[in-house]
């Protein structure tokens, strides 16, 4: 199993739908996970972060399942904007940065 | 807010040639990583910088990769005889605790096109 791999996408889908993609992960001691997007050519930039409890910021929500060692992003009321390149992000069992390969969302009007 | 900014933003060079991708991370950063994105595939770790030495380098970073701390400011990453595969997007980052990726900041990248 790879140490981090995302749902393979393109999730294409209309404007103020919600959309959900996982990520699971190898390394069962890692603690943290990590959100990130990257839109087409620019730097990724930091979403959220995902620790035990999961986290909420605004119609994001990030989740942790350790029993499936899966984390979740759950986008609701989707805007175009959020349109971009969804990067998960964990730790290693040699405590390297490791991120996955990316799902694409496409939100169409 | 502060930034990790990187030259070129875009880089060409001929097979063979040495290329110096330039950064310069947050001033009070101490971590400095160099990651790279080859068009469609994922960001991988090339190699992290501390204390004026190298801490960590991914099996991506041979010989022909080298990185230096030439004065305070800028962290660079030379690639000393460029083949076709190393075209790709060049990601510098830094942070100012290591391994902490909420504190990981990234520049726009350099796009290094190899011909």
């Known amino acids: 199993r790879k140490e981090v791999e995302q749902d393979p996408g393109p999730f294409n889908v209309p404007e103020g739908a919600t959309v959900a993609f996982n990520c699971t992960y190898s390394?069962?001691?890692?603690?943290?996970f990590f959100w990130y997007r990257q839109d087409c050519r620019k730097e990724p930039k930091l979403l959220m972060s995902?620790?035990?409890s999961g986290n909420e910021d605004g119609r994001f929500t990030a989740q942790l399942n350790r029993a499936s060692q899966y984390i979740s992003l759950l986008i609701r009321d989707s805007k175009l904007s959020d349109s971009a390149t969804y990067l998960c992000?964990?730790?290693?069992?040699?405590?390297?940065?490791?991120f996955g390969s990316g799902t694409r969302l496409s939100i169409r009007p | 807010e502060p930034e990790v900014t990187q030259t070129p933003s875009h880089q060409v060079t001929q097979m063979g040639q040495e290329v110096i991708l330039r950064c310069v991370p947050i001033?009070?950063?101490?971590?400095f990583y160099w990651y790279r994105q080859i068009l469609g595939q994922k960001v991988e770790f090339l190699v992290s910088f501390y204390n004026n030495e190298i801490s960590e380098k991914s099996e991506i970073f041979d010989d022909q990769f080298s990185v230096e701390r030439p004065d305070g400011s800028n962290f660079t990453l030379k690639i000393r005889s460029t083949k076709l595969e190393d075209s790709a997007m060049y990601f510098c980052?830094?942070?100012?605790?290591?391994?902490?990726?909420?504190?990981?900041?990234f520049g726009s990248g350099t796009q290094l096109s190899v011909l």
């Open positions: 995902v620790y035990s």
């Open positions: 001033s009070n950063h101490l971590y």
């Open positions: 992000v964990g730790y290693s069992s040699a405590s390297k940065i490791i």
């Open positions: 980052a830094s942070s100012e605790k290591g391994l902490l990726v909420e504190k990981l900041f």
């Open positions: 390394n069962s001691a890692s603690q943290s």
